[in-house]
């Protein structure tokens, strides 16, 4: 998917490559599970396979829209420093232990009992598509920007958003697994 990145810096085109990569790797895997086994909840409170992917899309698709939002007006918004980076290194090492953490609720609140996995797969997709064309059409003057707003550590940059995307991401896919046991 992420094919547009001829103009991108080779750090910021490495960060895109390998979050495609997890997605799609990812979603080959599941294309071979039963669909009954997606859609299955193995504990009261806890999400089905299908349901995560849903939560996935949801967490990104609203990055991506803020994202956009926010490039619109960047004038009154702040360069990445120190401070931004050390919250950074904070929530990733929390997203890497094993400690749980709660959804923020506008990307937990309404994901649906049963979810069609199938659907979801390509919403997923075309959410991807819609961030490599975000990212991939960015200015190089706003990389360094804080142009996206983390529900918990507050606003980061471009390179930060995909370093938190690819976290959680990772994350997930270990609930994933534990799901499919």
């Not at 659907?119 to 975000?134: D, F, H, V, Y």
């Not at 360094?144 to 997930?172: C, E, S, T, W």
């Amino acid at each position: 998917m992420f094919n547009n990145t001829s103009g991108l810096n080779k750090k910021l085109e490495n960060k895109l490559i390998r979050f495609e990569d997890s997605q799609k790797k990812l979603l080959k895997e599941l294309s071979k599970v039963d669909i009954q086994k997606l859609n299955r909840v193995t504990e009261k409170g806890k999400w089905s396979v299908a349901q995560v992917i849903y939560h996935l899309d949801k967490a990104e698709s609203l990055s991506v829209s803020y994202v956009a939002k926010k490039m619109k007006d960047v004038d009154n918004i702040k360069n990445t420093g120190a401070e931004e980076w050390i919250k950074m290194r904070a929530l990733i090492t929390g997203l890497r232990s094993p400690f749980k953490f709660k959804a923020p609720v506008n990307v937990l609140g309404d994901i649906p009992e049963n979810v069609d996995f199938s659907q979801i797969s390509k919403q997923w997709n075309e959410t991807r598509e819609k961030l490599s064309t975000l990212v991939s059409t960015m200015p190089d003057e706003l990389l360094v920007k804080n142009v996206f707003k983390q529900p918990v550590i507050g606003r980061i940059n471009i390179y930060q958003m995909l370093d938190f995307m690819q976290a959680h991401f990772d994350r997930h896919k270990k609930q994933i697994e534990r799901a499919l046991l």
